[in-house]
């Protein structure tokens, strides 16, 4: 830290961050840092090299280059320099309650313990509200392009470290696994009392998400993008006012929407979605949340009461003690006055 606080004046509309993998806020600097730090050799010159690597065709082509750059990630140290990085970087965009997932699986299984990850990460976060005004919140997300039973193992595991958790997640490779297949994890992680969410249509179809809903029995839908295709989910999903965390940058650079004037995720606001906006991996992606934010005044006009709604979906989405929500929501209404 360089001393300078972080903490946003009070001026700021305050967001909630719900849909952001930690792994996915590594810089290509703090990618060659740590690189440096941990003698682990890269197959990149220097950072121009590695940021010319930053460009993807779909979403494989960048969990690539995100489970290969992991491998700079030893020790608790590391964890926690990420972490706080990012927590800075959030606080200065306008996050004042972050929910952050990590993927405990892709750290296992190079050997590093599930100990060092939660010790380095937990550091960071449980400081966080002091140092930089963001309150914090752990999910464990599952690799869905992995076996369940090695999935169950890791919760397992978790649990029996008293891991800081408050939820699981589901992410990786969309196409071809269904949220069905981890129905047993679910279970488990709901009667152990966790918050439940799962990335659904991103790059899968539309019944991957009425599958993370009815099977799995998810409180959130991380993306829900291709939802769109089915006019009677969209309906469900207005009735029901399923949180939906849609990406705008991540879905832009991954090539599941052309171009940022086509994306849809003002028209899903306007049509009573209850969509909220965040940077899913930021350092990869082209953004954090302002930057999200901000690309979405340019490229779609976003108007000052569509921002001050997806503030507010973020905040009621959220996992927040009933006092901390009350205190957001009421600045961004006195703020909309
Ligand atoms: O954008 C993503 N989609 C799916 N899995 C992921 N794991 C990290 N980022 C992502
Ligand atoms: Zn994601």
Request: aromatic share 6%; with cysteine.
């Given at each position: 830290?360089?001393?300078?606080?972080?903490?946003?004046?009070?001026?700021?509309?305050?967001?909630?961050?719900?849909?952001?993998?930690?792994?996915?806020?590594?810089?290509?600097?703090?990618?060659?840092?740590?690189?440096?730090?941990?003698?682990?050799?890269?197959?990149?010159?220097?950072?121009?090299?590695?940021?010319?690597?930053?460009?993807?065709?779909?979403?494989?082509?960048?969990?690539?280059l995100y489970y290969a750059n992991m491998a700079v990630l030893r020790t608790p140290q590391d964890f926690a320099d990420m972490t706080t990085a990012y927590l800075a970087r959030a606080a200065?965009?306008?996050?004042?309650?972050?929910?952050?997932?990590?993927?405990?699986?892709?750290?296992?299984?190079?050997?590093?313990?599930?100990?060092?990850?939660?010790?380095?990460?937990?550091?960071?976060?449980?400081?966080?509200?002091?140092?930089?005004?963001?309150?914090?919140?752990?999910?464990?997300?599952?690799?869905?392009?992995?076996?369940?039973?090695?999935?169950?193992?890791?919760?397992?595991?978790?649990?029996?470290?008293?891991?800081?958790?408050?939820?699981?997640?589901?992410?990786?490779?969309?196409?071809?696994?269904?949220?069905?297949?981890?129905?047993?994890?679910?279970?488990?992680?709901?009667?152990?009392?966790?918050?439940?969410?799962?990335?659904?249509?991103?790059?899968?179809?539309?019944?991957?998400?009425?599958?993370?809903?009815?099977?799995?029995?998810?409180?959130?839908?991380?993306?829900?993008?291709?939802?769109?295709?089915?006019?009677?989910?969209?309906?469900?999903?207005?009735?029901?006012?399923?949180?939906?965390?849609?990406?705008?940058?991540?879905?832009?650079?991954?090539?599941?929407?052309?171009?940022?004037?086509?994306?849809?995720?003002?028209?899903?606001?306007?049509?009573?979605?209850?969509?909220?906006?965040?940077?899913?991996?930021?350092?990869?992606?082209?953004?954090?949340?302002?930057?999200?934010?901000?690309?979405?005044?340019?490229?779609?006009?976003?108007?000052?009461?569509?921002?001050?709604?997806?503030?507010?979906?973020?905040?009621?989405?959220?996992?927040?003690?009933?006092?901390?929500?009350?205190?957001?929501?009421?600045?961004?209404?006195?703020?909309?006055?």
């Amino acid at each position: 830290m360089d001393g300078v606080s972080t903490v946003p004046g009070p001026a700021a509309l305050p967001f909630a961050e719900l849909h952001l993998h930690l792994e996915g806020t590594l810089e290509p600097d703090l990618v060659l840092e740590l690189a440096a730090r941990n003698a682990v050799e890269l197959p990149f010159a220097d950072v121009e090299d590695l940021r010319r690597a930053y460009a993807f065709s779909d979403l494989q082509s960048f969990l690539d280059l995100y489970y290969a750059n992991m491998a700079v990630l030893r020790t608790p140290q590391d964890f926690a320099d990420m972490t706080t990085a990012y927590l800075a970087r959030a606080a200065r965009a306008g996050v004042r309650h972050a929910e952050v997932m990590i993927d405990p699986q892709a750290h296992v299984a190079r050997g590093v313990p599930l100990e060092a990850v939660l010790e380095g990460v937990d550091e960071a976060l449980s400081t966080s509200e002091r140092d930089h005004g963001v309150s914090t919140a752990l999910f464990a997300a599952f690799l869905r392009d992995r076996p369940e039973s090695e999935a169950l193992d890791v919760l397992h595991h978790l649990l029996g470290l008293h891991a800081p958790i408050v939820g699981i997640g589901l992410d990786s490779a969309e196409a071809g696994h269904p949220p069905s297949d981890f129905a047993r994890l679910y279970d488990r992680a709901r009667a152990e009392g966790l918050h439940l969410i799962a990335h659904a249509g991103e790059e899968g179809p539309p019944q991957y998400v009425v599958e993370a809903l009815d099977v799995l029995g998810v409180d959130r839908i991380d993306h829900g993008i291709r939802a769109l295709e089915d006019d009677a989910l969209v309906q469900r999903l207005v009735d029901e006012q399923v949180p939906l965390t849609v990406c705008p940058l991540s879905n832009v650079a991954l090539r599941a929407v052309d171009r940022l004037e086509d994306h849809p995720v003002l028209a899903m606001l306007d049509r009573g979605l209850n969509v909220s906006v965040h940077s899913d991996d930021p350092a990869y992606f082209g953004g954090y949340l302002d930057d999200n934010l901000a690309a979405l005044t340019t490229s779609l006009g976003m108007t000052a009461g569509q921002r001050a709604r997806l503030a507010e979906n973020s905040i009621r989405a959220a996992v927040l003690p009933a006092d901390r929500r009350a205190a957001l929501l009421a600045e961004i209404s006195r703020q909309e006055r």
